[in-house]
């Protein structure tokens, strides 16, 4: 059906080849900047709305511009609260459950 964008080699290059390799490096340590000058978000409910915003620019022309700002904030969120907990303990088993969208340290 030439349905997936692997079968336009343009849209490939933007979605999995080295622009979009360099946005993810460039949002990753973004936010781990920003969990850094926030005791890596403990306690912390909501992120500025401005880095939430920058990382919905950086991502526009990218397949996962379809997720909102909320989903983001979510993943952040869960995200961090998985690696301090990952950090206190020393590691641990980490459960993804895809279908509840659940993170969490076993």
Known sequence: MKR?????????EAEAGGRAIA???????????YAADHDYLAGVQRLD???????NRMVAHLEVSCH???DWEKAILTGYEVWRTLNE???????????????KVA
């Not at 946005?23 to 900047?33: D, P, Q, T, Y």
């Not at 303990?89 to 993170?103: I, P």
């Open 49 to 55: 709305h401005e880095l939430l915003d920058t990382i």
């Open 4 to 12: 997936k964008h692997r079968s336009n080699p343009a849209v490939d």
């Open 89 to 103: 303990r020393g590691g641990g088993v980490v459960e993804f459950d895809m279908t509840r969208q659940s993170l």
């Open 23 to 33: 946005i993810e490096e460039g949002i990753s340590a973004l936010v781990f900047a």
């Open 68 to 70: 909102r700002i909320a």
